[in-house]
């Protein structure tokens, strides 16, 4: 298997990764990568990440007996604030998580101009990644975070939920209303969605767009930065209101606004639900909640009604940084070129649920991964929107948004007026 880089969404990524900048010089320092490694490497990370790292840290563990590493695991928006908080007192772990581009408060761009992130192209070993992840993890040429996956967003369903519903696997947007309907004369959701977790509300809008704008015009994010074009002008209106169409037909939990990410997960896990768009990075989540014998696949999510138009959003995902400050910084250094080992990438990918960043004959492709693969391998994916967005406000936005707009808070209209006025914030 081979992975290529991200190319479509390259050149607008670069523009706005440029845009930003560092208000101070790269941060570096003086490793002695020959000294034995000892004392207490500190990690932290987002708790998806724990069932893959944790094999890794112990073999890591095993491998250098004088030294203990410890690690602490959050969900997303408590890891983000802990992070900040963490880092401007002083007490931040030596390694940790960092979001690739832009899109929220633990992101490289928020994080690198403070100076809290150690430049990672002085750190000897570590080896180049592709083009394409390059503009979402570098600012200004110096490479701030080590993605170790190309994660995608697309809708993981119960095999056995829906071929016992006799419903079909969507691959045009009647089939999807179709693929609905199937579910509910079955007496089960076709989506579960669980929007009291505020990092699923983007997701299925991030399906959509990836379809109707950034197949359609790769540039879109650029001409949004140049004030060529808007989020209330474009298609994203269109995907918003699809987003709400599905809603009306019942495609969705009853209450999604009152339903957790993991209720959610379980629902499909036992066959409540035939399927839930999510992160490939939660589908061993949901493996893990199913009978034995449960299979699952995965599909992008249509948004046309001709199927080889459909596109499927797919990112550097699983990074991590090295804290500028950090008291063992030797040991984060090599616990990081470790995990950038081909055998460690391939494990994690497995483990997570995504593709490894950096090609590998070590991974062994899923099954359930095989038509992200394809259309990974086909050009036909585009980057996370939030990770070429400028700031953190335009996805807050977003996200906030969905939950108002569903409800009955606010109209899409409000909401994309409200993304177009972040995104000029600085």
């Known amino acids: 298997m081979t992975l290529k880089n991200l190319g479509v969404g390259v050149v607008a990524a670069s523009l706005l990764v440029g845009a930003v900048g560092c208000a101070t010089e790269p941060t570096t320092t003086e490793i002695d990568e020959d000294a034995p490694l000892s004392g207490t490497l500190a990690i932290g990370a987002y708790a998806t990440a724990k069932p893959a790292l944790d094999p890794l840290i112990a073999e890591f563990e095993e491998a250098n007996p004088g030294l203990t590493v410890t690690a602490t695991y959050a969900d997303n928006q408590p890891y983000q604030a802990a992070i900040r908080t963490q880092l401007s007192s002083g007490t931040a772990p030596d390694l940790f998580t960092v979001w690739p581009g832009n899109g929220n408060p633990g992101a490289m761009e928020v ?58 696997i969507p691959t045009t ?36 767009v990836s379809t109707l704008v950034y197949a359609e015009d790769p540039d879109f994010e650029a001409q949004v930065a140049d004030g060529e074009t808007s989020f209330s002008d474009s298609a994203w209106s269109e995907a918003f209101e699809m987003y709400m169409e599905m809603d009306d037909a019942g495609c969705f939990t009853a209450n999604p606004l009152g339903t957790t990410n993991d209720i959610a997960q379980g629902d499909v896990a036992i066959g409540r639900a035939l399927a839930t768009v999510t992160l490939t990075t939660t589908i061993s989540q949901i493996e893990a909640q199913s009978p034995d014998g449960t299979t699952f696949g ?18 550097a995902f ?20 470790f995990l950038a080992e081909p055998e460690s990438m391939a494990s994690y990918a497995t483990v997570a649920g995504s ?24 050009g036909r994916t585009y980057p996370f929107p939030d990770q070429l967005w400028p700031n953190p406000l335009v996805a807050s936005a977003h996200k906030e948004g969905v939950q108002k707009v569903f409800g009955g808070q606010a109209t899409i209209e409000d909401i994309l007026a409200a993304m177009d006025a972040a995104y000029v914030t600085q």
């Open 318 to 337: 699983d990074g991590f940084g090295i804290n500028a400050n950090a008291k063992n910084p030797a040991a984060a250094a090599a616990f990081l070129r």
């Open 173 to 208: 947007w009647e089939e999807v209303l179709e693929f609905c309907e199937a579910a509910k004369n079955d007496g089960r959701v076709a989506f579960s969605l669980g929007l009291q977790s505020l990092f699923v509300t983007q997701l299925i809008n991030y399906s959509l």
């Open 355 to 378: 593709l490894p960043s950096i090609s590998t004959e070590a991974f062994e492709l899923s099954p359930t991964l095989t038509s992200f693969d394809a259309l990974w391998s086909d």
């Open 298 to 315: 995965m599909f992008a999510l249509p948004a046309s009604d001709d199927p080889d138009a459909t596109w499927m959003p797919a990112a």
């Open 111 to 168: 994080l690198a101009p403070t100076g809290y992130l150690l430049d990672l192209s002085t750190i000897d070993g570590l080896p180049a990644l592709p083009d394409g992840l390059q503009s979402v993890t570098e600012v200004d040429g110096a490479q701030y975070v080590f993605p170790l996956t190309v994660a995608g967003i697309g809708g993981v369903y119960n095999e056995q939920a829906v071929d016992e519903a006799g419903a079909t």
